[in-house]
Protein backbone atom coordinates (compact mmCIF):
# COMPACT_ATOMS: atom_id res chain seq x y z
CA UNK A 1 0.00 0.00 0.00
CA UNK A 2 1.19 3.53 -1.12
CA UNK A 3 1.88 6.27 1.43
CA UNK A 4 0.19 9.00 -0.57
CA UNK A 5 -2.60 9.89 -2.07
CA UNK A 6 -3.28 11.81 -5.07
CA UNK A 7 -5.71 14.45 -5.29
CA UNK A 8 -7.06 15.97 -8.09
CA UNK A 9 -9.36 18.83 -9.04
CA UNK A 10 -11.46 17.94 -12.27
CA UNK A 11 -12.80 21.05 -13.89
CA UNK A 12 -10.08 23.30 -12.76
CA UNK A 13 -6.54 24.26 -14.10
CA UNK A 14 -5.25 23.45 -10.81
CA UNK A 15 -2.52 20.57 -10.90
CA UNK A 16 -2.92 17.46 -8.54
CA UNK A 17 -1.82 17.33 -5.30
CA UNK A 18 0.56 13.96 -3.83
CA UNK A 19 0.08 14.39 -0.06
CA UNK A 20 0.91 11.79 2.55
CA UNK A 21 -1.61 9.90 4.18
CA UNK A 22 -3.93 11.45 6.63
CA UNK A 23 -2.74 14.69 5.60
CA UNK A 24 -5.37 17.60 5.86
CA UNK A 25 -6.78 18.55 2.92
CA UNK A 26 -7.13 22.34 3.36
CA UNK A 27 -3.77 22.68 4.78
CA UNK A 28 -2.18 21.89 1.54
CA UNK A 29 -4.39 24.49 -0.41
CA UNK A 30 -3.49 27.98 1.06
CA UNK A 31 -2.04 29.10 -1.94
CA UNK A 32 -3.08 31.75 -4.15
CA UNK A 33 -6.11 30.27 -7.21
CA UNK A 34 -6.94 27.28 -4.79
CA UNK A 35 -9.60 25.21 -6.54
CA UNK A 36 -11.79 25.33 -3.05
CA UNK A 37 -12.80 28.45 -1.34
CA UNK A 38 -12.08 28.69 2.62
CA UNK A 39 -13.86 30.47 5.27
CA UNK A 40 -13.55 29.09 8.89
CA UNK A 41 -11.33 26.17 8.66
CA UNK A 42 -13.19 25.17 11.49
CA UNK A 43 -16.38 23.37 9.44
CA UNK A 44 -18.67 25.92 10.94
CA UNK A 45 -19.07 28.29 7.59
CA UNK A 46 -19.48 25.96 5.08
CA UNK A 47 -17.99 28.28 2.43
CA UNK A 48 -15.54 24.83 1.43
CA UNK A 49 -18.24 22.86 0.79
CA UNK A 50 -17.30 20.36 -2.08
CA UNK A 51 -17.81 16.81 -3.95
CA UNK A 52 -14.84 14.26 -3.00
CA UNK A 53 -15.08 11.02 -5.10
CA UNK A 54 -13.44 8.32 -4.02
CA UNK A 55 -13.11 6.89 -0.51
CA UNK A 56 -12.08 8.67 2.12
CA UNK A 57 -12.68 8.11 6.19
CA UNK A 58 -16.68 9.25 7.09
CA UNK A 59 -17.40 12.70 8.37
CA UNK A 60 -17.22 13.11 12.31
CA UNK A 61 -20.46 14.06 14.03
CA UNK A 62 -19.80 18.31 14.11
CA UNK A 63 -19.06 17.94 9.98
CA UNK A 64 -22.21 15.57 9.68
CA UNK A 65 -24.45 18.18 11.52
CA UNK A 66 -23.34 20.77 9.03
CA UNK A 67 -23.38 18.68 5.61
CA UNK A 68 -27.20 17.51 6.85
CA UNK A 69 -28.04 20.65 6.76
CA UNK A 70 -25.98 22.29 3.45
CA UNK A 71 -26.36 18.99 1.59
CA UNK A 72 -29.18 16.74 2.93
CA UNK A 73 -29.56 14.55 -0.13
CA UNK A 74 -26.12 14.35 -1.24
CA UNK A 75 -24.02 11.93 0.28
CA UNK A 76 -20.53 13.04 -1.81
CA UNK A 77 -20.56 16.03 -0.06
CA UNK A 78 -17.88 17.38 2.05
CA UNK A 79 -16.19 20.70 4.19
CA UNK A 80 -12.85 20.34 2.47
CA UNK A 81 -11.50 21.90 5.47
CA UNK A 82 -12.15 18.55 7.20
CA UNK A 83 -10.75 15.87 5.06
CA UNK A 84 -8.17 13.96 5.70
CA UNK A 85 -6.98 12.48 2.91
CA UNK A 86 -7.15 8.61 3.05
CA UNK A 87 -6.93 7.35 -0.38
CA UNK A 88 -6.99 9.02 -4.14
CA UNK A 89 -10.04 11.28 -5.13
CA UNK A 90 -11.18 14.06 -7.30
CA UNK A 91 -12.80 16.96 -5.41
CA UNK A 92 -15.52 19.55 -7.21
CA UNK A 93 -16.36 22.25 -6.20
CA UNK A 94 -19.80 23.21 -8.72
CA UNK A 95 -21.91 20.26 -7.38
CA UNK A 96 -25.38 22.64 -7.72
CA UNK A 97 -26.22 22.60 -4.11
Do not use: W
Not at 22 to 40: A, D, K, M, R, W
Not at 71 to 86: F, G, Y
Amino acid sequence: MSNFCKISFPGTDYPSLTLQLYQNLSEHLTIQNSPVLFGCRTGICGTCLVEVVGNISPPKPDEQEMLEMLAANHPHARLACQVDVTDNVEIRRNIGF
